[in-house]
C-alpha cells in the first residue's frame, strides 16, 4: 500500500469512526441524555462523547466502530489498561476545567458500533434502536452494545 492509499484509508476510518459516534449520541439523545461535547481533547487524549442525564448524572463514553472479522472483539480489548489511564486523566482534566460539572454523579460507558460499505445508502431519519442496523453515508452501522459503567480501574 502506498502513502497516498494510507492517507486515503485513514481519512476514511475517521470519516467512520465520527460516524460511529454519532450513531452513539442520537441513540443516547433519544433516551433523554444531552451530548455536552463530541471528541472533547486535551493533553492527556480524547473522549469521544460527553453526556448529561436527566437525573443529572455526567457521561463519559468511548465509542469503537468497527467492522465485522475485526481483531479486538468489535473494539472491547483495544479499552487495555493505558487507554483505561488515558480516559481517567482525561475525565479528570475535563471535570478541572468544568467545575460546575465535577459535583454530578460520573459514569463511563463504552459502546461496540459495527459497520459496514453498502451500495445504497438511505437518508438516517430512522431512530437507532440497539442492535439494529441504520444507514449512513454509504455505511450500514449497528449499535451492537452499550456497556454501562465499565471499571477504569480494572
Not at 479486538?72 to 493505558?82: H, S
Not at 488515558?86 to 459514569?107: D, G, M, S, V
Request: charged fraction near 25%.
Amino acid at each position: 500500500m502506498n502513502k497516498i492509499q494510507r492517507q486515503g484509508k485513514g481519512k476514511r476510518s475517521l470519516e467512520v469512526g465520527r460516524l460511529g459516534e454519532e450513531v452513539v449520541a442520537d441513540w443516547l439523545q433519544s433516551r433523554n441524555w444531552e451530548i455536552l461535547h463530541y471528541r472533547w481533547y486535551c493533553r492527556w487524549g480524547e473522549i469521544d462523547l460527553v453526556a448529561r442525564s436527566p437525573e443529572p448524572m455526567l457521561l463519559f463514553v468511548e465509542v469503537k466502530t468497527r467492522s465485522s472479522g475485526n481483531w479486538d472483539v468489535n473494539g472491547l480489548l483495544a479499552v487495555n489498561p493505558q487507554k483505561r489511564a488515558k480516559l481517567w486523566q482525561t475525565a479528570e482534566l475535563f471535570l478541572a476545567k468544568y467545575p460546575a460539572l465535577a459535583e454530578l454523579p460520573c459514569r463511563f460507558d463504552l459502546a461496540l458500533v459495527r459497520y459496514k460499505r453498502i451500495l445504497d445508502s438511505v437518508a438516517a431519519s430512522s431512530p437507532i434502536i440497539l442492535q439494529q442496523p441504520v444507514s449512513r453515508s454509504g455505511y450500514e452501522f449497528v449499535l451492537q452494545d452499550y456497556l454501562e459503567g465499565v471499571d477504569l480501574e480494572g
